[in-house]
C-alpha cells in the first residue's frame, strides 16, 4: 500500500533581517511519520518548525498538508497544533481551563471541549488533574499537559520545539516515553531537538 504524504515543504526560503535563515527547503513527512530535526542551536532547525506552525511568515516556497497550502494560514486555522519547550502554560488558568482556552477560541460547543480534554488527560495520564495549577505540577506533568493541550485541537501535524530541554533528566523519560506512544498510535510528528540522545531514544 503506498504511503501517503501528510506534510510537503516544497522550495521554503525563510530569511531574517541579518541574512540568518534557512533556504531550499524540500521535505516530505508521510502519514504516521515521527521524524526528528537534529542540530546544534542556530542551524534553522526550530525555523522551519515555526513556518509549519504558522509563527513564521515564509518567503519562498510553499508548505502543504494534505496536499492544501496552509503558508498563508495563521496558526489557529493551520491543522497543526505546537508543544513548546517551556509548556507556554498560562499560570492562573487551571489545567482544565488551559486546555479549554485555544477550543473556546475556535468556538467548539462546551460538551465537545469537555469531551476533547478529558480523552487528552487520559492519553497523557493526567487525568484528575483538572483543577489543578501549573504552579502545583512538575516540569514534566507540565510538559505532559502541554502535549495535551495540543491533543484536543486534533491536529493533522503536531510539532515539538526541544520538548524535553527545559525538564530536570528524571522527567525527560516520561515525556519521551509518551510521544512514543504517540507515534506508535499514528500521530504524524516533526520535533526539533539538539539533543543527540533524545535522537536515539525515539529512532
Sequence with gaps: MERKVKLQITGME?????????????????????????????CGKSTILRTLGGFLDIDKGDIL????????????????????????LWPHMTVYENLAFGLEIKKVPK??????????????????Y??????????????????ARALAMNPDVMLFDEPTSALDPEMVGEVLELMKELAH?????VVVTHEMGFAREVA
Excluded: C, H
Excluded at 15 to 23: L, S
Excluded at 132 to 146: E, F
Design 14 to 42: 525563510k530569511k531574517y533581517k541579518n541574512g540568518d535563515g534557512v533556504e531550499n527547503i524540500n521535505i516530505d513527512v508521510y502519514e504516521g511519520e515521527f521524524v526528528t530535526m537534529l542540530g546544534p542551536s542556530g
Design 130 to 147: 483538572e483543577k489543578k495549577y501549573p504552579g502545583q505540577l512538575s516540569g514534566g506533568q507540565q510538559q505532559r499537559i502541554a502535549i
Design 185 to 189: 498510535s499514528g500521530m504524524t510528528m
Design 111 to 128: 460538551n465537545v471541549i469537555r469531551s476533547k480534554i478529558e480523552r487528552g488527560l487520559k492519553l497523557v495520564n493526567m487525568s484528575g
Design 65 to 88: 498538508i494534505d496536499g492544501q497550502s496552509v503558508k498563508d494560514l495563521p496558526p489557529e486555522k493551520r491543522p497543526t497544533a505546537m508543544v513548546f519547550q517551556s509548556y507556554n
